[in-house]
């Protein structure tokens, strides 16, 4: 490392960042939104989030819709994210299973009217409760 990497690491200038990703809908004009941890100077990231799917009731035939919980890798020059805003650095031992493991964590509720944006909101609530600061997430 030279001096300057070995202070910006020390500093938690290269830290992964967190931010909430608003992601254009089609054809509807709104948004949907997750939580998307970006390492430093990457292009790719892993985004948090649930999304409500079709499932088939055994009993009916009909399909209902359920949330679920999902975690990928993401694109950050995708045409559908309109826009990022930071939450906070995330310590660099709170790798992709960890923050899995916590995202993981906070409830998926199936009731009428609740959305994406509740999910992003609870998860915003827990790392507060959990002592996370959304300036450092440390």
């Not at 390492?39 to 649930?50: A, E, I, Q």
Request: glycine share 8%; net charge positive.
């Amino acid at each position: 490392l030279t001096r300057s990497s070995a202070i910006n690491s020390a500093l938690g200038v290269h830290k992964p960042r967190l931010y909430v990703a608003y992601y254009t809908r089609v054809p509807k004009p709104s948004y949907h939104t997750g939580l998307i941890c970006i390492p430093w100077n990457k292009t790719t990231g892993d985004l948090f989030h649930v999304k409500n799917i079709i499932k088939p009731d055994p009993t009916t035939g009909c399909g209902k819709e359920i949330w679920i919980f999902e975690h990928k890798n993401s694109e950050v020059k995708s045409t559908r994210l309109s826009g990022l805003m930071y939450v906070g650095k995330v310590p660099h031992e709170m790798n992709g299973s960890k923050l899995k493991s916590f995202f993981e964590s906070v409830p998926v509720y199936q009731h009428s009217g609740w959305r994406c944006r509740d999910w992003v909101l609870d998860a915003m609530q827990v790392l507060l409760e959990r002592g996370m600061s959304c300036s450092k997430l440390e």
